[in-house]
């Protein structure tokens, strides 16, 4: 559920989650660690038990098996009547495996050989294990007891206190339309784009989700799905430092057209005119 060519919907996920900002913020910098981040986090790795790493790793996919999916509610429909909105909001497409799964399979190019089991029951690398494991603690949040959150963050949170680690904010992220994606940025940070007014955008019946696929394509094709992805996260996490602990149900249909937005800044270059009107279509939303 959770790919490279699909952040959007670990985004919206992740921006309903309950702690939407430190998950989305954690990440924004896995995607974006430096060489000497990912050197220094495999060292850090390599320190930690591998016992009371496993331990925590079954515990994180025991408590997120128990959180409702979105699989799970739309079936309990037909027993029980639809459920609440803001139910159906925070319900989640994907899982812990999913997560982790992405993040240690395209976060970063790592040096160590695969020895760690994480969530999914994927073997990876120690230092692959480490950042999935910084994020995981975020999404099994406020589930996962301390101690075990505590031991899956632990290696990132020692390789944060180098100098260094993580990439630096900058345009070259985000592909060769970065200045397109700082601007956005720039705008959800300084309120001009709308919760209210994107909430409201809508689409000719499946016009959205044809020009996203089309702009996952022209990512594919322009080797920008990494830079899609940051812009994607990044953009969202600004959006919900902007209106995050509003209405969930608004919050969701809002992030349609606010990632439609950073697809167009993204690969706006190599669209069709039709598909880069389509995606721009809450571009004056205020």
Request: proline share 6%; glycine share 10%; hydrophobic share 50%.
């Amino acid at each position: 559920m959770y790919t490279l060519s699909s952040p959007t919907v670990l985004a919206t996920d992740a921006a309903c989650h309950p702690s939407a900002p430190e998950l989305l913020s954690t990440l924004g910098d896995v995607f974006r660690l430096t060489e000497t981040g990912v050197t220094h986090l495999g060292l850090c790795a390599l320190d930690a038990d591998p016992v009371p790493t496993a331990l925590a790793w079954g515990v994180a996919e025991l408590m997120d098996a128990a959180t409702p999916s979105a699989s799970r509610v739309l079936e309990a429909v037909t027993r029980n009547g639809p459920p609440a909105a803001a139910t159906v909001a925070r319900a989640r497409l994907g899982d812990v495996g999913g997560v982790a799964r992405l993040v240690a399979a395209d976060a970063a190019r790592w040096p160590d050989a695969p020895r760690v089991v994480i969530a999914g029951g994927s073997r990876v690398a120690a230092s692959a294990a480490a950042a999935a494991g910084a994020v995981c603690a975020w999404w099994t949040w406020p589930d996962l007891p301390t101690h075990h959150a505590a031991v899956l963050a632990g290696p990132w949170r020692a390789m944060r206190t180098h100098e260094g680690v993580v990439a630096a904010p900058a345009a070259a992220l985000y592909g060769p339309r970065g200045g397109e994606v700082v601007e956005l940025l720039g705008a959800v940070s300084c309120g001009r784009v709308s919760l209210d007014g994107l909430a409201r955008v809508e689409w000719v019946a499946g016009a959205w989700a044809t020009s996203m696929h089309r702009a996952a394509w022209a990512a594919y094709t322009s080797g920008r799905l990494l830079a899609q992805l940051r812009a994607v996260i990044d953009v969202t996490a600004a959006f919900v430092g902007a209106y995050g602990g509003t209405d969930l149900v608004q919050l969701r249909t809002a992030l349609h057209p606010l990632h439609a937005l950073v697809a167009a800044a993204v690969v706006g270059d190599v669209l069709a005119p039709a598909d880069l009107a389509d995606l721009r279509l809450g571009a004056d939303a205020r």
